[in-house]
């Protein structure tokens, strides 16, 4: 019969079996409450744990209570000031609750409060998400060493001391030394019954003090001796793991607002977030573009400003000359591309060409994000009919437009989104 036993530590006064328990069983009370939670906070403070509130009518249990009626006995211990007749005051305030001065929010009577960690929070926050086409990822050589057991040593901090290999390789020293001599006490005792039976006493008296030190020789044998000692021992071997190239390309001519950027901004850390959950290692690229494309860092992608016009085509051409340089092998490449889809000429077609032709192809996964401006019409751009054709001949092209705040977790949900069996 397999018997599984679990040797996790808990915190003091806390079970992580009740809690694993509690999770379980209310799981859907709990995801909706990180998703208020996640319409609350700020994307900084995204991936940390946090306090969900979850209603008690939600969580109230049956319980068994005395019914109306009989007779019953009660022990109330404690009560030094009141005796049978006496009448208890009102309490002052008129709240006649407690008094604490708190009964504004109604938190403490109506809801219950549960505290997640950061791994809780992101596992629920990313429950019912996938990547696509994770089954094909890839692994590739990395500088990541994990500690392995690789069986025992003879020296080594106690800490590591093996008891049980210890034990047995004293219990064998101790066989084979003992062998020898038990083997000599067995033929001096058949000796010395011979001596004692003829009448030899000096015989026999020589053979007893043999016996005896031959026996006094066994029992010196240590029970553990140095050379018994054996220690768990570890070494560091490289481990392979799954790596992703994160691009972000967005692009920032004068009509990418500081609206529009921040939009973009909450797309991109969810999106890191996400991958950071599924991969060992991520490396983010930052390509900014108006008529010319460069990589910069994350402060200058986000804050910097520049003037220009708007050439789609330039920020594929550079993302796909870096995914040849550095991320062709051993890498998983998704690109996520921010835009008001403000193109004009030819740039709309010769992108998307460029982007069945050259960049999807080397791509896991490719999310465009069109930012569209609230008080316009719901006319798509130029640029979104291009792709549209793309995205309906290939199946890692995924579109969707945002023009609040609000609409960037609903549309990151839309596309990774598990596909149903």
Request: hydrophobic share 35%.
């Amino acid at each position: 019969m397999l018997q599984l036993i679990d040797r996790r530590p808990s915190s003091r006064g806390k079970s992580a079996v009740n809690r694993e328990r509690f999770l379980r069983r209310y799981k859907s009370h709990i995801q909706a409450a990180v998703k208020k939670m996640v319409g609350e906070r700020r994307l900084a403070d995204m991936e940390k744990g946090g306090e969900v509130r979850v209603p008690k009518k939600d969580i109230s249990e049956p319980s068994f209570g005395f019914g109306r009626g009989g007779d019953r006995e009660f022990v109330l211990p404690g009560n030094r000031e009141y005796v049978a007749g006496d009448r208890i005051e009102r309490p002052q305030g008129g709240g006649g609750g407690g008094g604490n001065g708190s009964g504004g929010d109604g938190d403490s009577e109506d809801s219950f409060v549960f505290s997640l960690s950061r791994e809780e929070f992101m596992q629920i926050f990313f429950d019912d998400l996938e990547l696509p086409n994770l089954a094909r990822t890839e692994y590739g050589r990395t500088e990541q060493r994990t500690s392995t057991r690789a069986g025992f040593t003879k020296s080594g901090v106690p800490a590591n001391l093996a008891i049980v290999r210890t034990v047995r390789q004293s219990l064998a020293r101790r066989i084979a030394l003992g062998g020898s001599i038990a083997r000599e006490l067995a033929a001096l005792e058949a000796e010395f019954a011979i001596a004692s039976a003829i009448g030899h006493a000096e015989e026999a008296a020589r053979i007893y003090e043999e016996l005896q030190r031959l026996t006094r020789r066994r029992g010196k044998l240590p029970f553990i001796d140095e050379p018994d000692l054996r220690y768990r021992n570890r070494v560091w071997r490289p481990e392979p793991i799954a790596r992703a190239a994160m691009f972000c390309l967005m692009d920032v001519s004068a009509s990418m607002d500081e609206d529009k950027k921040d939009l973009a901004k909450r797309f991109f850390t969810l999106l890191y977030l996400f991958l950071t959950r599924k991969y060992g290692a991520v490396d983010l690229v930052f390509v900014r573009h108006t008529d010319d494309a460069e990589e910069v860092d994350e402060e200058t992608f986000f804050h910097d400003t520049r003037s220009g016009g708007t050439v789609v085509f330039s920020a594929l051409d550079l993302a796909d000359k870096i995914r040849a340089e550095r991320y062709a092998r051993g890498w998983n490449v998704y690109v996520a591309q921010a835009s008001d889809g403000d193109a004009f000429g030819a740039d709309p077609a010769r992108s998307a060409r460029f982007l069945r032709e050259k960049l999807l192809p080397a791509t896991r996964y490719y999310a465009y994000l069109e930012l569209a401006d609230p008080r316009s019409s719901d006319h798509p751009s130029s640029l979104w009919a291009e792709y549209e054709r793309v995205a309906q001949a290939t199946d890692n092209l995924a579109m969707k437009r945002a023009s609040q705040r609000d609409q960037i977790y609903p549309v990151f949900r839309e596309l990774f989104r598990k596909e149903t069996q």
